[in-house]
Every structure is written in C-alpha cells, then in structure tokens.
C-alpha cells in the first residue's frame, strides 16, 4: 500500500522526460535589498515566473506491489514549486531577477486562483455599499434603480449617454493615462509573444476593459455595478463556490474512485517545460505520487458531475490560468464615489485616488506567511555539498542507483532546503507530467510556447457586452464539455523544433 508521502522517480523517466526548461534562470547574486513580508507594501505585485518540479525519494515506492509500476513510469513521484517575482506594480514589466521569490506550488495557487475568483465579488461588494448613492439620481450616481436586470438592458444605452455627459478633464486626463499604458501593454507583447496574435489580443482586451476599471481607479462605477449583477446577490453563491473548488484543488481533492484499491486524488502540478501549471491524478492524499494510469480530464468530470458542479468547472481552468498570465495587485482596495475620486485628483491625492491606501490584500500575505523565500538568499542557506540532497550530481550515492532523485521526502519539508537545491540546479529541470497520456489543457504552437491563455475573469465574465467581445475575438468562454476534452500531445505537431518531448 501505498502511504501518504511515498515518493520517488527513476532513471527511465528523466529518459521518458527529458524535458528542460529552454530558458534557464541565471545565477542570481545576493542582494542587500530584501523585500520579505516585512517590506510587503500595497504597491508590489506579484507575477509568475516559473513552475519547478522536485524529484523525491520514498524507499515505500520500492515494495514489490509498486516497484514495476514505478520502472515503467506510470507511476512518478513529485512535488511542484514556483517561482514568482515580488514587483512594483508599475514596473512589472521588467522580467527581473532580483526580485524572484519561491514557494510551493499549492500555497501559490491557492491564492492566486482564488485572488481572481474573488475579483468581481470585492468590487460588488462595494456596490452593495454605495447602492444608496448609486440610487440617488445625481449627476455622479447615475440615477435609477438598477437592481432590476430587465431595467438594465432596456435603459442600457441612457445609461451610457448619462455617463458621457458627466465626463470630465479628469476622466479624459484618465483615458490619456490608460492610452500610454495599452501603447506600454502592446510594446511588451511585441516583444514578448511576436507572432502569437491570440494571447497579443487578449492581453489587450484585459488590460482595457472592466479589469483596468477595477483596479486603476478605485471610484465605484454604478452603471459597472449594474452591468455585474451585483445587487443580485447570488453572485457570492457562484463565485465562493467557484473559489472553495479552487483550493480544494490546490490542497489535493479526493475524489472517491480508485485505481488498483488505491483512492485517486486530483491537483496541480507543473507542466513538461514549467510555464504553466496542469490539474493531474495522484495516488496519496498529499497529491505526490502522480500516476498516468488514469487520464485526468475522466477523474474530474466524473468527481464533477457526481458533485453537480458541472457549471463550475470551466471557471476554475480560466481563473488558473489568468492567475498564471496576470500580475496579481497586493493593493487591499477601498473604494470611493467618482465626486471624491475628483475632488482627490484636483488636490493631486495620490493616497486617496491611486490605489495606496497602505493596506495588503490578505492574498500576498498569505503567499509569505506560508513561507516564501527570497531566491536570491537561497544559495548561502546551506553547504556547498550537492551531494547532501538527492544523487542527481552522483547516482552511485546509495543502493537506488538505477534512479534519481533530488531530495527524499523527509528533506523536502524545509522550504529553505529545498530552494536551496533548486538554486544548485541553475535552470536544469526536470518535469514529470505526461501529457501524452494525461492530457493538457494548453494549446502549443510550433515553438512549444504555450499559444491561447485564458485571460478571463469574472468581472469580464459577468458582463454580457464583454462576453459578446471574447466571442469576436475568439476567446468564448469555455464549456464543460469542451475542458473533459483534454488534448493529447504530439509530437509531430510541433517539430523540428522539440522532438519526443525535448527542446532542441
């Protein structure tokens, strides 16, 4: 039987997976300026690097019941980490490394998923604050009783007449800011994406509508509050449901259907190259034993349908995934009337109308309070000895050499140790999962790169304008049926430029 923490991976599957990361990471030099949980302030952000996995040792994996499974590879084990970097907001752009951060995959997920499951709840909250004002009928407030969905669509296009009559220099002077930040936008997804004109235009659909409006200006828009159904407040039902399922995924779900007596588990783990993260099958209830022996998309849509969450589903993969692609604010917002918003514009009150009121979100202090660490720091944390974790450096170190691994199980409980190892690795990973067997949920050009991320989120997704836009774009949003549809990797479809599952 196999026990919560087995783990372990062998020779033949670094030979199955022989995967890189084509970009490595250079070694980083120690820095004076370190910005801990101490330093966190409301003007950082948070934006994912890279996904690391760890190859660990368990001698349980060796019992006769598991040993052939294990040399066949379809039974690997592994731990997933990340890599982030801890920016000024206005300066995440910069793709740094001085400012990289490491912590385990599950307490990143966990936060950041649900950080954008939760988007449009916070702002409705605030709705529901100012639903009063926006009821008043004053120029700011717009007027009317907007409650009423039918009243919405029919008095929709007053509604915007009201709203371009009331503009002011200091909404245009606003637009002028948002114009060079969509020109700073496009410049960066030149350069970063050139020739990826889907993920280009969805970046650019997400950075100017309803996300931009909530997270640039924190003076509450009513015809915005309306239009997300916010005095419906049935919206916290979906949307809490929605981030339950996410960090029960992030924190390993038993899903009650078994493999050869073994109950099987689902969460996430990092892609074969780290640029993403995949939801895959494991056999403990810790989600370290991975098995490739069940397909992943069968597990969930069956734990799904018997749970009745089949209207859940497709939002968990897009907030996983637009919590990947999307820098993450730590600023904790307090909203504002417009009348305020103005009247801190004219006195330049930077604190008042620009987002700094001091707080942080409870997301990024969650991320350090479960123990991330500064990468640069990691190198000096412990002897220079590579051979005091795992035997990748030299595999006649015990009697397993027929298999590698980077540290046992015991060793990986130190966050610490454990960036430690990753920093001696300099940009060599190695990854486990098996999309070939397992599925992906990501579509790959001929570069290998990731081709259609899912930049949605529910303040977009609520807006029936917005959904409507994303269908002309291409976007759409995702169906059920249409995420079980797990696509299977090949490898002609992407050569010459990686072949059997290798960069080249």
């Not at 731990?79 to 740094?96: A, N, P, T």
Request: hydrophobic share 30%; with cysteine; glycine share 6%.
């Amino acid at each position: 039987m196999l026990k919560a923490a087995t783990i372990l991976i062998g020779a033949s599957a670094a030979a199955s997976h022989p995967l890189r990361h084509a970009k490595s990471l250079h070694r980083l030099l120690a820095n004076d300026n370190n910005n801990n949980n101490g330093y966190l302030t409301s003007s950082h952000s948070i934006r994912f690097s890279q996904c690391i996995d760890l190859k660990l040792l368990d001698e349980d994996l060796f019992d006769e019941e598991v040993v052939e499974y294990v040399q066949n590879n379809e039974i690997v084990s592994t731990k997933s980490y990340i890599l982030f970097h801890l920016c000024e907001s206005d300066e995440c752009y910069y793709e740094s490394q001085d400012d990289l951060y490491f912590v385990d995959l599950r307490s990143f997920l966990a936060n950041i998923g649900v950080y954008r499951s939760q988007e449009r709840g916070r702002y409705c909250e605030a709705c529901l604050e100012f639903e009063e004002y926006c009821n008043s009928g004053d120029d700011y407030g717009n007027g009317g009783d907007y409650s009423d969905d039918g009243q919405v669509a029919a008095n929709g296009d007053d509604a915007v007449q009201r709203e371009e009559e009331v503009e002011n220099d200091n909404v245009q002077e606003e637009q002028e800011n948002n114009n060079a930040a969509d020109e700073q936008v496009q410049e960066e997804d030149a350069a970063a994406a050139e020739g990826n004109n889907d993920a280009v235009q969805q970046r650019k659909l997400f950075s100017t509508t309803a996300h931009r409006a909530l997270t640039n200006n924190n003076a509450i828009d009513c015809n915005q509050c309306s239009a997300l159904n916010c005095y419906n407040q049935t919206y916290t039902t979906n949307d809490d449901d929605i981030s339950d399922l996410i960090t029960n995924l992030a924190n390993c779900l038993p899903t009650n259907q078994y493999w050869n007596n073994e109950q099987l588990y689902i969460s996430a783990m990092c892609t074969p190259y780290g640029d993403g993260v995949e939801l895959a099958v494991f056999l403990d209830n810790e989600c370290t034993v991975y098995t490739n022996k069940a397909t992943f998309a069968n597990v969930y849509q069956n734990y799904i349908q018997e749970n009745g969450l089949d209207d859940l589903s497709s939002y968990v993969e897009m907030f996983v995934k637009s919590g990947l692609e999307q820098d993450m604010s730590c600023e904790d917002v307090e909203y504002i009337t417009p009348e305020e918003a103005a009247a801190a514009d004219y006195n330049d009150d930077d604190d008042a109308n620009n987002n700094n009121n001091g707080q942080v979100n409870e997301y990024c202090q969650q991320i350090f309070n479960q123990g991330a660490v500064e990468f640069n720091q990691c190198y000096s944390n412990n002897n220079d000895d590579e051979s005091s974790f795992g035997n990748r450096y030299n595999p006649n170190d015990d009697e397993y050499s027929w298999y590698t691994y980077d540290m046992t199980y015991d060793q990986a409980k130190d966050l610490q140790d454990v960036c430690t190892v990753v920093y001696k690795m300099e940009g060599e990973y190695y990854y486990s999962y098996d999309a070939e067997k397992s599925g992906t949920w990501y579509s790959r050009d001929k570069s290998g790169s990731i081709k259609s991320k899912q930049a949605g989120y529910a303040m977009v997704e609520f807006s029936p304008m917005a959904i409507a836009l994303l269908v002309l774009l291409g976007v759409g949003i995702v169906g059920v049926s249409a995420f079980y549809s797990c696509r299977k990797s090949k490898a002609r479809r992407i050569e010459p430029l990686y072949q059997g599952g290798a960069m080249i």
